[in-house]
């Protein structure tokens, strides 16, 4: 099992560097300053977004064997020995955890000249996936470097004698919208054609040393420095993945347009306005065209599915001609004016030479929009349109199969869809936000967890999201302006956050890592007790209680937030108790107690379920899925009372779907009004009818049916997914019939093949044993093999029939529902 790899190249535990480092802080002489005096102790951010570009020349008699390097930056860092990339990095964290990675560069060396490069992006403004450090008076506050290497007899590290110049050309957008993804602008005209190349002349400055400047620093200029710390290695292994191309392509009729907005994605925006019908034409995949001057072309393009990475294209076109790109997950009307919508994309100005773009920023996407604007007359040529994707990938041989075709395109769309959201953070969407939210990145750990052989990222997302507020509280979103903001929160989106510390306790069972996490949990559990009544449940919670989307109730005295409370509880005092803890779990044991009794208010005889709230005391009639679902997997339900709660939740009758905020193929923003002036439209009878879960809270609704012993209505459940197969989309949406079309948390079909179908789980904490229970009597046949810490544990079932092949003890539950104990090997069972 491979918990904790670094880069591709990484050290071995054996050799790994020092706390304290050999090459300093650098930077641009035009940002760098000398520590003064005394100052304020609190400064701000000095510089925007901008691109430097590092460079260090020098020969070698003979190339090393190995010549290992380590390095970091302040935002980010493409790395390009003797013009080749070597890697990019550091992953995102909060900029007091910063990281670095190390690297071989012995492959990319030769005998005589060499030079590294080290191309520096910083962002200057909190976007998405970035947020800046708290700067003391010198460091912190705008771009710098820090690399050492030893090859061969030579010390390589990062001072004076390093070289830097500024690639003006190459900016960032403003950030407009919600979404703030970094938005590329590409000026060729002022970037050499070769840049990745170009030696060292009179126009780099010399590189200047940054010094910590604060008291007590004493101008250290080595890190570990403030306000990064000490630097961590790499917390996973190496992104990476295919080159995708488009499979379709269409040329717009000319248009005379002269408009020109500060963003690309406006300007695209601001033609499909003007131009609502225009005709176009398919064309090959290298799309020429005369230019006519005063008239601009739209070429649009169709990958077929969602890819994430970096866009690149070439084009042959007369200087000053600029493209300006529009992404899009969906063909919808770019001019139709909407709430939330993609506002991502990139923009390109020709030198008139040798022009060719290749991102270095990541987007998500399936169409590109070219607006193509010329800048003389010519012939203009735009080729090579491609995605070189850049994902985390699931590895291993993990699989999943069957006799039904749509549950194997299920498994396989669950773990594309992950793919997609797993970059180095666990994220949303590719196509919109690419945010590490807190909550939703618990289904995308199932997923890792139950099918690859690779946990890092798994484990990495408890870590990174552990980063609470000063009230314990866990943001909704971190390494982004909204941690760096410090708003309104989603408190459950924290609670989903401890699931995952359980999920992690039941698959790896490390207890240094539980022991680090543990205080978290507790926080979080303890910021809820200002809003516990004396009978025990949760009433007025306050910031954003959004559970999933669908349209449940959440005001005044809530069952749903009182129940995930409760696992949280139950959940913290076993992984306590693991930890020889007593007295941790004897508090969270207590207060579940007094929470089950108090939990009755919400018991409703009459229909055989939980409401979803009381407000002044009063029964409020509507019971959600939802509501039903977390009553069981809290334990506050009693066990005799899962079959009609089980019956109401699933009954195909009374199940509807509704959302406060979209529906009928996007968001809504007449419903987002309202829900922000606290209007609740209610469309649905809630004595008779039940709102269904989305995608994300369905995870609950499954975990709730599988302990029912319900493994059909799971995997029944399920095959509603399909209906996000279509139109050549391979992955799941964000929300039924409207949302995003890959959301990260939306794939726990994935994960329930193979803990309710293949029926594996760990039954003791580290995989120490397993517990094999196949849902005999609902697939024909089936096969598979899970991932455990000490190996793939394989199952195969036909009819009543299985065969087990697993690397530890494990505990076998026959079609009779017996249940017996194996040792680790291969058993037949008929």
């Known amino acids: 099992m491979e918990y904790l790899p670094t880069s591709r190249t990484a050290r071995t535990a054996g050799n790994r560097w020092g706390i304290s480092w050999r090459g300093q802080w650098i930077g641009h002489p035009d940002e760098v300053e000398a520590p003064a005096m005394y100052s304020q102790l609190s400064h701000a951010v000095k510089s925007g977004p901008v691109r430097y570009l590092f460079r260090r020349e020098f020969e070698l008699d003979d190339v090393p ?86 090859i061969g007899e030579r010390e390589l590290v990062t001072d004076e004698s390093w070289r830097v110049r500024e690639l003006a050309g190459w900016g960032i957008a403003p950030l407009v919208g919600f979404h703030d993804v970094p938005v590329e602008v590409f000026d060729a005209r002022r970037v050499d054609q070769d840049w990745v190349r170009r030696a060292v002349d009179a126009e780099w400055a010399v590189a200047a040393v940054v010094r910590a400047g604060h008291p007590g620093a004493l101008a250290r200029s080595r890190p570990p420095t403030d306000p990064y710390g000490a630097l961590s290695p790499r917390p996973i292994g190496p992104l990476g993945g295919r080159t995708a191309a488009p499979v379709r392509h269409w040329l717009s009729a000319e248009a005379g347009f002269d408009m020109i907005a500060d963003h690309p994605v406006a300007q695209v925006g601001k033609f499909f306005a003007a131009f609502p019908d225009l005709d176009r034409t398919e064309v090959a995949a290298a799309v020429r065209f005369a230019a006519t001057p005063g008239a601009v072309r739209l070429v649009s393009v169709d990958f077929g599915r969602i890819v994430c990475g970096f866009v ?42 040798a022009d060719s773009f290749r991102a270095i920023e990541i987007s998500g996407l399936r169409h590109i929009h070219f607006l193509v604007t010329p800048g003389g007359a010519g012939e203009i040529t735009l080729s090579g349109i491609q995605v070189r994707e850049h994902l985390y990938p699931i590895r291993g041989e993990a699989y999943f199969a069957s006799s039904d075709l749509e549950l194997d395109a299920l498994y396989e769309a669950g773990r594309r869809t992950v793919t ?17 939210w807190v909550g939703d990145g618990v289904v995308h750990q199932m997923v890792h967890l139950s099918t690859s052989t690779d946990w890092s990222l798994a484990r990495w997302y408890l870590e990174l999201a552990d980063s609470p507020r000063s009230d314990g509280m866990l943001p909704k979103s971190v390494v982004g302006e909204m941690e760096y903001n410090g708003g309104a929160t989603i408190p459950d989106w924290a609670l989903n956050w401890i699931h995952g510390v359980y999920n992690w306790y039941r ?30 449940v949760l009433t007025d919670v306050p910031e954003w209680n959004l559970v999933d989307w669908s349209a449940i109730f959440v005001t005044g005295t809530s069952s749903i937030l009182t129940a995930l ?22 508090w969270a044991r207590n207060l579940l107690s007094e929470t089950a009794a108090g939990f009755e208010m919400f018991w409703d005889g009459d229909r055989g379920t939980y409401v979803d709230h009381v407000l002044d005391g009063v029964v409020q009639p509507a019971a959600s899925q939802l509501a039903g ?54 469309t649905w009878d809630v004595h008779t009818q039940v709102v269904r879960a989305e995608p994300f809270g369905s995870y609950l609704v499954h975990d709730a049916l599988a302990a029912c012993g319900r493994a059909a209505d799971v995997v029944h459940a399920l095959r509603d997914w399909s209906v996000f197969l279509a139109g050549g989309y391979d992955t799941f949406g964000e929300c039924w019939g409207w949302g995003t079309p890959a959301h990260g948390w939306s794939s726990t079909p994935t994960r329930d093949l193979v803990w309710y179908l293949l029926g594996v789980q760990p039954d003791l904490p580290g995989f120490a044993s397993a517990v094999v229970a196949p849902a005999f009597g609902v697939v024909d046949e089936f096969r598979g093999a899970a991932p455990t810490s000490h190996g793939l544990l394989h199952v195969a079932v036909a009819g009543n029939s299985a065969v087990v092949d697993s690397p530890v003890p494990f505990s076998f539950r026959s079609p009779d529902g017996s249940v017996s104990a194996h040792p680790a090997g291969r058993a037949s069972f008929s």
């Open 312 to 353: 690149g294209f070439d084009l042959a076109a007369p200087r000053d001609t600029r493209v300006d790109l529009l992404f899009q997950e969906k063909a919808v009307d770019p001019a139709v004016p909407r709430t939330i919508a993609n506002i991502t994309g990139a923009r390109y100005i020709a030198r008139g030479s």
């Open 565 to 586: 409370w409760a696992r949280g509880l139950r959940e913290y005092a076993c992984m306590s108790e693991y930890l020889d803890n007593r007295g941790n779990a004897e």
């Open 629 to 682: 679902a977390v009553a069981i997997v809290s334990g506050l339900a009693p066990r005799e009372r899962w079959g009609s709660i089980a019956d109401w939740i699933t009954d195909p009758k009374r199940l509807v779907i509704r959302s406060w905020i979209g529906g009928d193929g996007g968001y809504d923003d007449r419903k987002i009004a309202d829900h922000m002036r606290g209007v609740q439209e209610i």
């Open 507 to 536: 698959y790896s069972g490390d207890p240094d890592f539980l022991r680090a996490r543990l205080p978290t949990v507790e926080r979080v559990l303890r910021w809820y007790l200002p809003y516990r009544t004396e009978s025990g």
């Open 65 to 150: 064997a190995e010549a290992w390097a380590r390095l970091t930056a302040d935002s980010r860092y493409l790395l390009l020995v003797n013009g080749e990339p070597v890697g990019r990095g550091p992953v995102r964290a909060q900029p007091r955890r910063l990281h670095y990675d190390d690297y071989d560069l012995a492959p990319y060396l030769r005998r005589g000249a060499n030079a590294v490069a080290v191309l520096v992006t910083y962002y200057g403004e909190a976007n998405s996936i970035w947020q800046p450090a708290a700067p003391n008076a010198t460091l912190g506050g705008h771009a710098v470097l820090v690399l050492e290497a030893s």
């Open 420 to 436: 997609l959201n797993a970059a180095d953070a666990y994220t949303d969407c590719p196509t919109r936000e690419q945010r590490a």
